[in-house]
């Protein structure tokens, strides 16, 4: 247990030094190598509008808006003072709704910041800004979609090609199934969406590729340690979930034994690593800056956590309301359906108890995705056109489930 915990320990304070230096790396690149893609491409999200969709349904919505601030939070930075940038995170904007926040970034690369607020957004890491400010040095918008698109399908292709060698083809296959009901295509044409898919492949592949990773409870609690912190640093609250449920899901599927307890542990350790590197930035930022971190970090968590939205009482039944029966339906009809034909079938194919108990553990990376978004009522509620994508944890999941407790008679005991 003291091995452990001096491992985690030292995973920590290396992970929070890394994280430390990446982001002043990001913030001493010079304003005038990125500026030109910037404007191209606040101006080309200027043209396809805050609201564009790709496909049909909230799922199928890009989220110009969030890219657009993520320009903005590029190009504001001051190279002259990177630490206070890595810490604070400054940005300009303004508080009126009509106007794109694509707008507000072409004039911030511009230079015309008059009658705009510098505000800051150092309560994240914006870690995603280390990968994003190289790339605006080579690319806009239009090229950095096509080099997402094209890198993002060969990790898919890889995640599938792994899983089905090494757990197969049946898991491979209801893997695609469930990309393809989150809408996985639209993915990479956003960059807000894209950071946790790449994690999510990246830890995919690194526990089946390398088992060591996993195979003991310390290893084990130290990878996940690791996932969720790096996931704390790269992501803008999206989607954080995947990177948790989805290499537990396929790790697990490898091993045999002690598996309800290693879906705890990892969790535990996922969570620590994720709120313990998260908090971090608060601290030390307070402590580089002066900037009251803190206080802004307590109170958004509030507000996110809240059971309040716009005067709804966000009890459960109220929030099934808003998944299942949005204004536009996307995962709507597809989810119930599902757990539908699930329950159905197992109350006509129940294979005993002992069937029921072997698979226990994939229940319960199902429930990772719905407890979250009870935990985080407001912000999962408030964002559904992104956070919804989480359920691929869930569908993938109850697929496997119902793959290996009801239809799957040569592994069952």
Not at 10 to 18: H, P
Not at 307 to 328: A, D, R, S
Not at 374 to 382: A, E, F, N
């Amino acid at each position: 247990m003291k091995k452990t915990i001096l491992r985690l320990l030292t995973a920590y304070i290396i992970l929070l030094l890394t994280f430390t230096l990446l982001m002043l790396g990001a913030y001493s690149l010079p304003k005038s190598l990125i500026i030109d893609n910037v404007i191209a491409s606040a101006q080309q999200l200027q043209h396809e509008g805050q609201g564009a969709h790709l496909l049909k349904g909230r799922l199928g919505r890009l989220d110009n808006y969030t890219d657009a601030l993520m320009l903005n939070l590029a190009i504001s930075g001051d190279a002259n003072h990177p630490l206070r940038s890595a810490m604070l995170n400054p940005y300009y904007d303004n508080d009126d709704e009509d106007i794109a926040k694509s707008i507000n970034t072409e004039r911030v690369a511009h230079g015309q910041t008059n009658g705009l607020e510098k505000r800051f957004y150092g309560r994240y890491w914006q870690g995603y800004l280390v990968t994003l400010k190289p790339m605006l040095i080579i690319f806009s918008l239009h090229g950095l979609r096509i080099f997402n698109c094209v890198l993002m399908l060969l990790l898919c292709l890889a995640t599938i090609a792994v899983i089905w060698q090494r757990i197969g083809k049946v898991e491979a296959l209801l893997f695609v199934l469930s990309l393809l009901l989150v809408y996985f295509p639209v993915v990479p044409f956003s960059m807000q969406y894209s950071t946790c898919f790449y994690l999510m492949f990246l830890s995919m592949l690194a526990v089946m590729l390398y088992p060591g990773l996993t195979s003991t409870s310390r290893s084990l609690a130290i990878t996940f340690f690791i996932i969720g912190g790096i996931t704390s640093f790269f992501d803008f609250l999206t989607t954080p979930q995947l990177t948790l449920g989805m290499p537990l899901l396929v790790c697990l599927l490898s091993q045999r034994k002690q598996k309800v307890r290693k879906v705890i542990m990892a969790s535990i350790a996922w969570g620590t690593g994720y709120a313990l590197l998260w908090s971090s930035k608060w601290v030390i930022g307070y402590g580089f800056t002066g900037f009251n971190l803190l206080a802004d970090a307590a109170e958004q968590i509030g507000i996110r956590t809240s059971q309040q939205y716009y005067g709804i009482e966000l009890t459960v039944p109220k929030m099934l309301q808003f998944i299942i029966f949005g204004e536009e339906r996307a995962l709507g009809w597809k989810l119930p359906a599902i757990l539908l034909a699930l329950s159905i079938a197992y109350i006509y194919l129940q294979k005993g108890l002992k069937v029921q108990r072997q698979w226990l553990w994939l229940l319960l990376i199902a429930m990772i995705v719905p407890i979250w978004f009870l935990l985080m009522r407001q912000h999962s509620i408030m964002h559904l056109w992104f956070t919804l994508r989480a359920f691929l944890v869930t569908i993938y999941a109850l697929l496997l489930w119902a793959y290996h407790t009801i239809f799957d008679v040569k592994n069952q005991p």
